[in-house]
């Protein structure tokens, strides 16, 4: 069952605990809204004291309005015999999703107009969705397509869409401050990996991680199903938009590509600045990508009305890897080195939010001699790296705080890692040569 020692963020091996929660919840059929959608939400609230939040079927959002809520108990494709030849509990991909009841016999030109195949990887299922009009459908490997020869095929989808309820999950942990730092992760795909499993998982473990720590900023994850979620969430939380002072939305982080993050529609947002800092001082390959109003849900966080300082943080782009929206997205596509290195590229992130600040050198007429504090010893608890890291982000340290610059102006400015010049901070307010800024 529920094994209490190895949650993620509890020691023990993050990528492991990370694949385990993916694994949990990789066969639930999630959807916009549903019992799915429900199932996994709980799953992460076994990890995380996650709220479920219930938003009626029919709610205005701004320009959009929450649909009915869609479940489904079965779904097939069968022959004249009785045969199924597509079964929705087999893969649940195979349904279009939100697909309308039908039960019914169709000849085979009718059904093949209902059918989603990807020609060129004959062997996948696509993952189609209908959220938003009045259509029913199946999705197949074009192999298995291939193999409808019959007249006539029974088609039975036994789904309801009924006045219910859009879900999502949400977690505050507080901080000394109010400001906020928003973490938001789409939650709505059935059984895809990458697209959606691994962003929930890597957001589980960073929020037990801050749930073990002190903290300066307040933090709040979001969990919601995409575009419809994300504008439930605004449309009742718009006083809160201005609280929040940074924001990341997380995409597509287990495959083996290298991170990439996308900054906010601002561009010039703290984040922006930080995102970009912690992926070129960790010396491994990247990309910073600017704004596009398309992707996930920055696209509404970073709407004009909005325009909230939010990037996103992902490994491939949406729809740049072939297995994107298909059954190839599955459990074996994900690396779990991947997943905890974007874990980690995430603390480091965190670890920039909650260290930053502008300090004054209190002794700034010359260098203050730092042999006679022992200075010029490796900065206490760290390992002896030749100390000439840590002497230069002695040095830098001091000669920035002049209370107009940041640590993470200096880090920029010095070519270093923030972790190395907040090290360096650290020891000189002990040695009471730099103070806090006032303001
Ligand atoms: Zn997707």
């Known amino acids: 069952m529920d094994n209490q020692t190895e949650r993620p963020g509890e020691g023990g091996d993050p990528a492991a605990a990370m694949t385990r929660l993916i694994e949990a919840l990789y066969p639930i059929c999630r959807s916009i809204t549903g019992e799915g959608l429900r199932q996994s ?20 959002l701004f320009d959009w309005t929450v649909p009915r809520e869609w479940n489904v108990r079965e779904a097939y494709i069968a022959t004249p015999g009785g045969q199924r030849v597509v079964d929705f509990a087999r893969s649940n991909l195979h349904l279009l999703q939100y697909s309308v009841p039908v039960d019914r016999i169709v000849e085979r030109n009718e059904l093949l107009r209902h059918l989603h195949t990807l020609p060129e990887t004959p062997d996948w299922i696509p993952y189609r969705t209908a959220y938003y009009r009045e259509d029913w459908g199946f999705c197949l490997s074009q192999r298995q397509a291939e193999g409808l020869t019959e007249q006539h095929y029974r088609v039975v989808i036994d789904s309801t869409l009924a006045p219910g309820h859009l879900t999502y999950g949400e977690l505050v942990l507080p901080g000394a401050r109010a400001e906020e730092v928003l973490i938001s992760c789409h939650s709505c795909h059935p059984s895809l990996a990458n697209d959606n499993l691994s962003g929930m998982a890597v957001a589980t473990m960073l929020a037990r991680r801050l749930m073990a720590r002190k903290r300066r900023l307040t933090y709040r994850f979001l969990f919601i199903p995409g575009t ?4 439930a969430w605004l449309a009742a939380n718009e006083t809160v938009v201005p609280r929040v002072t940074h924001g990341l939305v997380l995409s597509c982080l287990g495959d083996s590509a290298p991170l990439t993050y996308k900054q906010s529609r601002r561009g010039d947002a703290a984040i922006d600045r930080i995102a970009a800092h912690v992926l070129q001082a960790s010396g491994e390959p990247h990309r910073i990508a600017p704004f596009t109003p398309y992707g996930y849900d920055e ?6 009305g909005f325009d909230m300082p939010v990037g996103c943080l992902m490994r491939s782009p949406n729809g740049t890897f072939p297995e994107y929206h298909t059954s190839a997205d599955n459990l074996d596509f994900l690396r779990p080195a991947a997943l905890a290195g974007s874990l980690e590229a995430l603390a480091r992130i965190v670890e920039v939010i909650e260290g930053d600040g502008t300090y004054l050198n209190l002794s700034p007429k010359g260098e203050p001699q730092l042999g006679k504090r022992g200075l010029y010893r490796p900065i206490g608890g760290k390992k002896e790296a030749g100390g000439g890291a840590d002497q230069m982000a002695l040095l830098w340290v001091l000669n920035l705080a002049d209370g107009r610059h940041s640590l993470l102006d200096t880090a920029e400015r010095a070519g270093m890692p923030f972790a190395a010049i907040r090290a360096a901070a650290d020891a000189l307010i002990e040695k009471e040569l730099l103070a806090p800024a006032a303001g």
Do not use: D, H, K, N
């Not at 939400?41 to 205005?60: F, N």
């Not at 419809?228 to 504008?231: D, E, K, Q, V």
């Not at 696209?299 to 004009?304: D, G, I, T």
């Open 41 to 60: 939400l709980r799953l992460i609230a076994r990890e995380i004291p996650l709220s479920l939040v219930e938003v009626p079927t029919g709610t205005r």
């Open 299 to 304: 696209r509404q966080y970073c709407s004009p």
């Open 228 to 231: 419809i979620g994300a504008l």
